[in-house]
Nanobody, 124 residues
Framework: VQLQASGGGLVQAGGSLRLSCAAS????????TAWFRQPPGKEREFVAA???????VYADSVKGRFTISRDVAKNLMYLQMDSLKPEDTAVYYC???????????????????WGQGTLVTVSS
């Protein structure tokens, strides 16, 4: 699967952005899709995932502010980010895996295909 993330940019604290990720090469209707991010100088971390059963899981740091969704018919996935904070500044990556069990959703190794990343900068 080839993934193309887009939608990043510069936004003020409290603002919103919506990231998109287009998949080609394989339909992900039976896959788990996720967003990770890598803040400057830090390791990549889990943000949110949605299983093929439509179960959604979020990192505690974004719960209540971010919403993951996808359009299976169009092979698109989204990350709606509201109430953004400066600490949300990072390169955001979309990822696709197989039938990932719930306890492994936050693990990078659960995902086989990764997008190139899109930069989100939140100013204070």
């Amino acid at each position: 699967v080839q993934l193309q993330a887009s939608g990043g940019g510069l936004v003020q604290a409290g603002g919103s952005l919506r990231l998109s990720c287009a998949a080609s090469g394989r339909a992900f209707s039976q896959s788990t899709t996720a967003w990770f991010r890598q803040p400057p100088g830090k390791e990549r971390e889990f943000v949110a995932a949605i299983r093929w059963t439509n179960v959604k899981v979020y990192a505690d740091s974004v719960k209540g502010r971010f919403t993951i969704s996808r359009d299976v018919a169009k092979n698109l996935m989204y990350l709606q980010m509201d109430s953004l904070k400066p600490e949300d500044t990072a390169v955001y990556y979309c990822a696709v895996g197989g039938g990932v069990i719930q306890s492994a959703l936050s693990l990078m190794r659960s995902y086989n295909d990764w997008g190139q990343g899109t930069l989100v900068t939140v100013s204070s």
